[in-house]
């Protein structure tokens, strides 16, 4: 008789079959939510791609360390594999935006196991969430990883762990559950109208039996799909008083703005980058943006790069190289703003030629490397190399 290989599943991370045995815990609105249900959520969807896509958009380089300085290199296979394709059919775009949806949406965060041959990195896998996993030390909270039912070493596994030991989604899980409960009134607002629509008063009194065929004759005639328009016709002096109160008695659109506040407070987002335009200015815009690279995403992608570190190089290279996001295309200027700073960088001799052009992408010309202040200097002649 044939036995299947027993499967482990993470209760840190359960998988959506796991979360239907074991149910979910509804939040205080009395909404269950489930990862699948969060991202239902415009704002909550919006935050986790926002987040993902931006640091899987960088530039990324390998660079060696020496003396201090860290010099770029090209030809580490590590580079590759997070340029390129990450195995035959994921690209490392998508591989280190996987890694970082994870990280926003589940506790056990975003993982990924490196094949490496020989010690040296050869693809990149990202499983689905429950196979590859992991078990911590109650004491030394040293994390044993697994594959399945296989073990495999912990500097093979990139592993990015979200703060507070929980993922944000799962710490935003009563807000996200007020905001579904607020979209379902909407969608009941929309189609019942969320509250009845007039009362039906007789002057005598009725027998319930009575009431009931009352009630249901009234649906038949003016609650059906193509009921509209159709006259009342009133018996044993009823009166029907139509009810006009409407959401905005109970701040119903100041709720829901208050919940795009408080879930992109939970994703520590600027609100204004999840599509709350109520506070933004045009002198603020340019702040938000600053706030979401050094308070959103720096410590994601300090995160993110030493777990890309401690996995994708060996012990003789664990140190000396290292992996690094360029932070510029977040900071980016328009051009006449970095014109500007440029000239002034080269002007104060700060920077020379060559280097302003590199940071314009454009490649550098021949006497560019000298450090020279072109409103007040003169271009040396051909063949003075004095700097």
């Known amino acids: 008789m044939k036995l299947w290989p027993f499967s482990r599943k993470s209760l840190a991370s359960p998988d959506p079959a796991l979360e239907a045995i074991l149910g979910i815990t509804p939040t205080a609105s009395g909404v269950a939510v489930s990862a699948y249900r969060a991202l239902q959520v415009p704002v909550v969807a919006n935050s986790i791609q926002l987040i993902s896509e ?6 990324v380089h390998v660079k060696y360390v020496e003396g201090g300085e860290e010099i770029e290199v090209t030809d ?6 997070l340029r390129g394709d990450a195995n035959d059919w994921t690209t490392g775009f998508e591989l280190i935006r996987q890694i970082m949806i994870d990280a926003l949406v589940s506790d056990a965060g975003g993982m990924a196991w490196v094949n490496k ?19 911590a030390d109650t004491e030394t909270l040293e994390r044993k990883y697994r594959i399945g039912n296989r073990t495999v070493p912990g500097r093979d596994v990139i592993h990015l762990m979200p703060p507070l030991t929980r993922a944000p989604l799962t710490l935003a899980r009563e ?25 039906l008063k007789f002057p005598k009194g009725m027998a319930e039996a009575a009431m009931i ?24 002096g009823a009166d029907f008083v139509p009810l006009s ?10 709720n829901r703005r208050f919940q795009i506040e408080e879930i992109a407070r939970a994703f520590n987002i600027p609100a204004p980058m999840v599509g ?15 706030e979401f690279l050094s308070y959103t ?83 040396p002649a051909s063949g003075d190399t004095q700097a």
């Open 54 to 59: 931006a640091v899987a958009s960088l530039d």
């Open 213 to 236: 065929a009352a009630r249901a004759a009234w649906r038949r005639t003016h609650e059906g799909e193509d009921t509209g328009g159709q006259t009342a016709i009133l018996h044993d």
């Open 175 to 199: 807000a996200i559950g007020i905001a579904v409960a607020l979209d379902r009134h909407a969608g009941r607002l929309f189609t019942r109208g969320a509250k009845p629509s007039g009362i």
């Open 117 to 135: 041959v020989e010690d040296r990195p050869i693809e990149i896998i990202s499983y689905r969430q429950g196979v590859l996993t992991y078990e």
């Open 76 to 81: 580490h296979p590590a580079l590759s594999l």
């Open 297 to 379: 995403l720096e410590p994601w992608l300090r995160g993110l790069e030493g777990a890309l570190n401690r996995a994708l190089f060996n012990e003789a290279e664990r140190g000396r190289y290292v992996v690094r996001f360029d932070r510029d295309d977040l900071t980016r200027a328009d051009l006449s703003t970095r014109a500007t700073v440029i000239n002034s960088l080269i002007a104060s001799q700060t920077l020379n030629p060559n280097e302003g052009r590199s940071w314009l992408g454009l490649p550098p010309r021949e006497g560019g490397d000298q450090f020279l202040n072109p409103n007040i200097t003169t271009a």
């Open 245 to 254: 109160y409407t959401s905005t008695d109970s701040q119903f659109l100041e």
């Open 276 to 290: 709350d335009l109520s506070r933004a200015t045009w002198s603020n815009s340019e702040q938000k943006g600053r």
